[in-house]
């Protein structure tokens, strides 16, 4: 079985999730490559950042900054296979010598001709910001799965960690699922929860989940591969779906005692 995943260029919060499933998994899954979209997609860049800012507030935004402008230099060299620890998901690949292509929209031609040639078995989204058609869908032979840090269907959307803090949810959800061409949709093959630790901060509690997630991954790719896996649908009567928060939405989070960072 061969594994194509779909993810965007982070370092901060994606990257976790690689780092611990090729370091827990060493040559047990044949990966085609790693395709990567820009972090947030097509989201104007002014505007991610005044979204970050009122979000970390100065101070923690300026952590982030420095976190990510290391990790942009210390990216430039070379990192060997048993590091255990990398500055992005593109100088990662290239420890494990997996092939790594950077994107735009992967529903463009482009994209979906370059992933026909490749000819996966299976296409895993990993935080992919664009939602994907029919035709990039059924590419695969296998079909492509998304992984989803929320017990779907609750807390669709943009930053489920987020939403699942601002209701006051004592954990975290997980949800590995088939992909439709509908929004975090499709029948689940896992869900778990990860409990939230007491004055836990949204920058940890998402890179704690991530690497969680990756264990959750490793997990529902052998039972693919074995053909043991087992769906469930969703119950679309408990769905809620959420985008970006708003300015008043971030304030409240911070009035309710809760730390981005």
């Known amino acids: 079985m061969t594994i194509e995943f779909l993810t965007q260029d982070d370092p901060l919060y994606i ?15 044949r990966i085609s490559g790693i395709s990567a979209c820009r972090t947030m997609g097509r989201r104007p860049r002014q505007q991610m950042l005044r979204e970050l800012l009122a979000l970390y507030r100065p101070a923690g935004m300026a952590r982030l900054l420095a976190r990510v402008a290391s990790s942009r230099t210390l990216a430039l060299l070379p990192r060997p296979k048993d590091s255990g620890h990398y500055y992005s998901i593109a100088q990662l690949a290239k420890a494990y010598g997996i092939p790594y292509h950077k994107t735009g929209n992967p529903n463009d031609e482009e994209f979906v001709n370059f992933l026909a040639a490749r000819k ?5 989204s990993v935080a992919c910001p664009y939602i994907l058609k029919e035709r990039l869908l059924t590419l695969p032979r ?9 017990p779907l ?7 489920p960690t987020f939403w699942q803090m601002f209701h006051g949810e004592k954990e975290v959800g997980v949800t590995i699922h088939y992909m439709t061409a509908a929004l975090d949709d499709g029948n689940a093959l896992l869900q778990e929860s990860l409990a939230i630790a007491p004055g836990e901060s949204l920058d940890h509690l998402i890179r704690r989940s991530k690497q969680h997630g990756a264990h ?5 790719l052998r039972q693919i591969a074995a053909n043991t896996h087992r769906t469930v649908p969703l119950d679309r009567s408990q769905s809620s779906r959420f985008t970006f928060p708003t300015a008043e939405e971030i304030r409240e989070f911070h009035r309710r005692g809760f730390r981005a960072v």
């Open 142 to 150: 296998l079909g492509c799965i998304n992984i989803h840090h929320a």
């Open 15 to 29: 990257l976790p999730f690689f780092e611990t499933f090729f370091s827990q998994s060493p040559g047990e899954f």
């Open 120 to 124: 996966p078995d299976l296409l895993v």
């Open 153 to 159: 269907p609750r807390f669709k959307g943009m930053m």
């Open 216 to 220: 959750c991954m490793m997990r529902v």
